[in-house]
T-cell receptor, first 115, second 113 residues
Framework: NAGVMQNPRHLVRRRGQEARLRCSPM?????VYWYRQLPEEGLKFMVY????????ESGMPKERFSAEFPKEGPSILRIQQVVRGDSAAYFC?????????????FGSGTQLSVL | GDSVTQMEGPVTLSEEAFLTINCTYT??????LFWYVQYPGEGLQLLLK???ADDKGSNKGFEATYRKETTSFHLEKGSVQVSDSAVYFC????????????WGAGTKLIIKP
């Protein structure tokens, strides 16, 4: 039973390029959450999605960042025109239900480096 | 606002040593508290949790007690093994959000044989 799969593990982009981070939730999970961990800081919630719907994007920057979770395929976190400050580890989690914190299953993260 | 502070790493210990990783929090009300662990190359996994004051969470020989009087949730293990080498995250579950967690910065633990 595969866990939450994130790819790529490492992504290098130059300033101004686009970054696409993918997350395949655990089988049967329809709730996906994205977190960002800046250097020397804790994870910060970005966005919560269910299939085809954004439920809560209160933690996501208003510009350049977008997320989707289509009916088919992985969830995508997209960062347009990346800047050096976007360099961070991006973690995805999934859950079967949304109302119990302890039922989150995490991926191993994508490390984004912006040159 | 709510926050979590945990001791900086890396923490380096010899096998069979006693482990304490400190975690303190600031929150209103009665949050739930969690320890997550990330082994090399893997995703974060829930290690243990406590949902109310004086609760003790335990798993794989690790323990942590929810201390409201000191607003702490320190992680302890009596005898660590090389396989315990990982990054440990303390987190707080917000009462006004059932899926957002407030995280500490993580503490890297290195166990030498």
């Amino acid at each position: 039973n595969a866990g939450v799969m994130q790819n790529p593990r490492h992504l290098v982009r130059r300033r101004g390029q686009e970054a696409r981070l993918r997350c395949s939730p655990m089988k049967g999970h329809s709730h996906v959450y994205w977190y960002r961990q800046l250097p020397e800081e804790g994870l910060k919630f970005m966005v919560y999605l269910q299939k085809e719907n954004i439920i809560d994007e209160s933690g996501m920057p208003k510009e350049r960042f977008s997320a989707e979770f289509p009916k088919e395929g992985p969830s995508i976190l997209r960062i347009q025109q990346v800047v050096r400050g976007d360099s961070a580890a991006y973690f995805c989690a999934s859950s079967l239900e949304s109302h119990r914190n302890e039922k989150l299953f995490f991926g191993s993260g994508t490390q984004l480096s912006v040159l | 606002g709510d926050s979590v502070t945990q001791m900086e790493g890396p923490v380096t210990l010899s096998e069979e040593a006693f482990l304490t990783i400190n975690c303190t929090y600031t929150a209103t009300g009665y949050p739930s508290l969690f320890w997550y662990v990330q082994y090399p190359g893997e995703g974060l996994q829930l290690l243990l949790k406590a949902t109310k004051a004086d609760d003790k969470g335990s798993n794989k020989g690790f323990e942590a007690t929810y201390r409201k009087e000191t607003t702490s949730f320190h992680l302890e293990k009596g005898s660590v093994q090389v396989s315990d080498s990982a990054v440990y995250f303390c987190a707080l579950g917000r009462q006004d959000s059932n899926y957002q967690l407030i995280w500490g910065a993580g503490t890297k633990l290195i166990i030498k044989p």
